[in-house]
Structure formats: C-alpha cells, structure tokens
C-alpha cells in the first residue's frame, strides 16, 4: 500500500522560483511513490481574499497549469478543489470544539500572519475574523479527511502541521483510536531569496520571478537584481557571495558558473554582462515549463478535466473517512 500525500497551495497567484524549487522540485520526486493528492485551498485562500473572489476563482486555474507545466503527472497527483469537498468543512466544524482559542492565537505561524495584519492595518488586530484564527483548523481537516500520512511542507509551516497533530491526539483520546498523525516532509531545497536579496521569495514582496513571466519581464527583473554594492566599476573585483545574480545562475545550475564566480573574483567581468548571460539562462529554464504550459492554456477544457477527476477521487477518498469519523464520534444516525 503506498502512503498518503497529502499538500495545499492556496490560489493567491502564480508560481514563482521559490515555489518551483521549494515545493514544486520535491513533489516531481515524490508523484511516483505515494498516493498524492493536492488540494488548491480555495476556501483557505478566501480566509485572507473573502472580499475579492474573483482572484481566487481565477488563480484556481493559474495554479494548476503551473503545476501541469513542472511537470506534475495528472495520472499520479489527484489535484482537487477544497470547497468541491463539503466534508472537509463538516470535518473543520467537529475539530473546532478540540482546539482553544488561546492555542490558536499563540500558533506562530498564526501570530506572525496576526502581527503582519496588525502592522499592514494599524489597529489591534479587530480585523482578525473567526475564519482567520480558525485556518489552522481547516487545514488539520484538509489533511485528515484524506488520511494523509505526508505532508511536504515548508518551516513556515510546521506549527500548523503540529496543531493538526494535537488536535487528532486530542481526537483519539476522546472517540477512540481513529486517525493518524501526520509527519512533514521538509523540503531538501532551501527557501530561495527574493531579487531584492531579501531571505524570501514572495509575491507580496515584489522580489518573485514567476514561471510564466515574459522574456521582457525577466530581462528587467533581473537587470534590476542586488549585485555586490560594493561593485563600482565593470572591471573592479566583487564577491559573488553577496550578489543576487551570482545566486540565480547557480540555482538554475549554470554550467559555466566557475567561470562566472572566477571571472568576478578578479574583475574580469562586468555587472551588465553577467546579468546579460543570466537573463539567457533563465529563459532557456524556463522555456520547457512554459512549452508546456501551452498546451493546457490552448486547451483549457484539460485542466477542468484533470480538476474534475482529480476532485471525483479526492471526494470519494473523504467520504470514506467521513463515514469513519462520525461513527467515532457516535454521530453516524
Ligand atoms: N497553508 C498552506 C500554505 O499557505 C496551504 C495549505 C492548505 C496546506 N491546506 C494544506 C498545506 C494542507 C499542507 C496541507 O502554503
Ligand atoms: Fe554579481 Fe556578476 Fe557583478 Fe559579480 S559580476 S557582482 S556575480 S553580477
């Protein structure tokens, strides 16, 4: 029996390098071992978006064809829409008698997004709503209702998965032996730093590369990436450590990055040149994923195809555990 996978992204957006060599890397090495599904968290994504809908629904399809496009195998991932699956919903309302509301407000990926708010809004935090505080919940939902074993996640969010994990401790104790506690998958690759030269890649940071930006687009972000401040003159020595550019070449696995580090350590390579070369490199990087993307932007009836089916089997998977969980929970009339 092969274990259960089982992520989240929320449709906020596109793909960016972060996400692609953070998360997306390690699901391709993941889709052929496990039973995997991934869920495109509409309605977690609403929790931050409830007043502009429209950007979610839009970004559902966004999202898939960018993770079609790294190539993600529809015969092996199982992609599904939450709000397709009322069960996780249902599930959401039974877990939140399990949790406090003090737990929920010390989770700290919980309190940072609250601190954030705080600062972007400028009040005490009255703009947290009940859904907000309670995506913690949701999410432990999300990952029950599937029985998911895996969870490939990011640092950022491994309070999250150990409130998942308290709140079925929390369930077994009480129902009985029912549901198990899922582990993380750390990804192998690290966060990937924003253009700014900023720790983190993020769309809202307005340091992202996405997979589906144009030649134009790259060629300009990147001619406006971080270099060595210290860099005056084409010909003066740098050190590439400190430099943004140097960074992306070796993530995308140049194959003439010695000489790009040599020739900069000696001044023997000028700023404009090296960003020059890298834009190439980049959009030789991207040029497959995005051959491949066509063909579902040319054929988007593919991709509501690949949601539709892939939601069928998710669905049936939840209500099989549903039928489970009530019965435990002496519910099952
Ligand atoms: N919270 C996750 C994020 O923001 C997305 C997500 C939703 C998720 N449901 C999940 C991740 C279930 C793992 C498991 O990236
Ligand atoms: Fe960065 Fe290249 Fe300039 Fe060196 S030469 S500082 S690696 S852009």
């Known amino acids: 029996m092969k274990k259960t996978i089982l992520t989240g992204l929320r449709p906020t957006g ?3 390098l972060g996400h692609y060599f953070g998360a997306g890397k390690n699901y391709l090495k993941m889709q052929n071992d496990y039973d995997f599904y991934l869920e495109i968290a509409d309605v977690q994504a609403l929790t931050d978006n409830f007043d502009n809908p429209e950007k979610v629904r839009k970004n559902i399809k966004e999202i898939t064809m960018d993770l079609l496009a790294i ?18 919903a249902e599930l959401t309302v039974f877990y939140s008698n399990l949790v406090t509301v003090s737990r929920l407000q010390r989770n700290p990926t919980v309190k940072n997004e609250i601190a954030q708010k705080k600062e972007l809004f400028g009040n005490n935090g009255e703009s947290i709503t009940y859904g907000f505080l309670g995506y913690p919940v949701s999410q432990a939902a999300d990952i029950t209702c599937f029985n998911g074993e895996l969870v490939p996640v990011g640092d950022d969010q491994l309070p999250l998965l150990e409130q998942c994990r308290e709140i079925v401790r929390k369930f077994n104790s009480i129902y009985g032996e029912t549901l198990k506690e899922p582990e993380q998958v750390l990804s192998t690759t690290t966060r990937v730093k924003g253009l700014d030269g900023n720790e983190k890649m993020g769309k809202s940071l307005g340091n992202a590369i996405f997979l589906v930006d144009d ?4 060629s ?3 001619m406006g990436a971080i270099t060595d401040p210290n860099k005056i003159k084409k010909d003066d020595p740098a050190d590439p450590d400190v430099c943004m550019v140097y960074y992306y070449h070796k993530l995308i696995d140049n194959p003439n990055l010695e000489t790009v580090c040599s020739e900069c350590k000696k001044g023997a390579r000028g700023c404009v040149a090296c960003k020059r070369e890298l834009i ?7 040029k497959p994923i995005k051959e491949e993307r ?17 939601t ?4 049936a998977k939840a209500e ?8 435990a929970m002496k519910i099952d009339y």
Request: hydrophobic content about 30%.
């Open 220 to 222: 300009k972000k990147i």
């Open 14 to 16: 596109n793909l960016h």
């Open 312 to 315: 069928k089997k998710a669905k």
């Open 71 to 88: 190539g993600l195998d529809p015969e092996k991932v199982n992609f599904f829409i939450q709000s397709k699956i009322p069960e996780i």
């Open 215 to 218: 030649e134009d687009t790259i």
């Open 320 to 327: 099989e555990q549903m039928k489970n969980i009530r019965k």
């Open 280 to 286: 190439e490199k980049m959009n030789e990087f991207l």
């Open 294 to 310: 066509k063909k579902y932007e040319d054929n988007p009836e593919l991709v509501d195809k690949i949601l539709e089916d892939g």
